[in-house]
């Protein structure tokens, strides 16, 4: 792929732009941790992407996870924040297990390092573990906001983050009042929403879509999840809820449709591995998918922030 870029403005916001744009836009890079001290808060992450959805269960987790590794696979300095009070998945999902540990002067907390050198926080590894009395550990936690958004606090600005080109927000499903103000705390660049095609999960989509648009985030795009079945003895696909999915949303609410994604056991085993797809099967037809969507969640929100490059 060839990326011409064409500064219109030179301003400090242009320039640092077009810079991440030669770095998104170099092959794939094998480490992008880039060497810095402890850093105070969030001040050197430039983007910040919330995955949402309206739904629990419709893979945000799964396309969070994808994203954020497609993304530093591009190049760009990309860390993964798992804001799901709810059900906190990407630990597993990205491998990564324990308490974090402090720097030096004990004021931050390290994030993980998962794949491709993507650093990693989560509700998860922040919760001591069982709960007394959940033998089994399955209880469900039970979040109150202001709870959820101290939490959400301490995992931007108390952890040593580092320069971050990007950050994946991985979001609790819903649009209550935790998802609404997690998504004022955060200065967000951008949000995507994560549905499956059912009318019961379009419907909650259409409402996460709102919320954002009602705090003034961009919507970058749809995500459309197990759309379809591709037998893996023949290769048919087959369109469980119909061919049109999201895109009849899509054209009305004016979000792009940015990928979708096939019910795929390989998906499924992988994310279950602690193996993104886009690192176990980079060559196969679903992490092409994940990162087109990289590609085109990355540039539409260069377009929001009215940094639109030419791009060929
Ligand atoms: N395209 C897919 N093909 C096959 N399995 C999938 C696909 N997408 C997600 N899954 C599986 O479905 C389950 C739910 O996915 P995931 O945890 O990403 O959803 P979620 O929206 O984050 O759920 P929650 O609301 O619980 O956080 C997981 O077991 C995951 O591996
Ligand atoms: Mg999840
Ligand atoms: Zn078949």
Known sequence: MMMCVRPTVHTPAALRWALLLSRFSRASSTSSSAPGGPT????????????ASGKGGVGKSTVAVNLAVALAQRGLRTGLLDADVYGPSV???MGVEGKPELTADGRLMIPKTGHEGVKVMSVGLLLPGKAEGDKHGDQPV???????LKLLDQM??????????????????????IQLSMSQRVSLSGALVVSTPQEIALLDARKA?????????PVLGFV?????FVCSK???EEYIFGSDGLQADALRLQVELLASIPLSTGLRKACDQGVPTVVSDPQ?????????????AFLNLGLHAGLAPHVQ
């Open 234 to 236: 023949c290769g048919e």
């Open 91 to 93: 630990p597993a999902m």
């Open 224 to 228: 459309e999840n197990m759309n379809r």
């Open 40 to 51: 105070a808060g969030n001040e050197q992450v430039q983007h910040v992407i919330a995955v």
């Open 209 to 217: 879509v709102n919320m954002f648009r009602r705090v003034d985030v």
């Open 142 to 148: 039970v979040w109150r906001a202001p709870l959820a």
């Open 284 to 296: 196969g037809p679903v992490a092409h998918e994940f990162r087109e969507l990289a590609r085109k």
């Open 156 to 177: 931007v600005r108390q952890v040593d983050w580092g320069p971050l080109d990007i950050m994946v927000i991985d979001m609790p499903p819903g649009t209550g009042d």
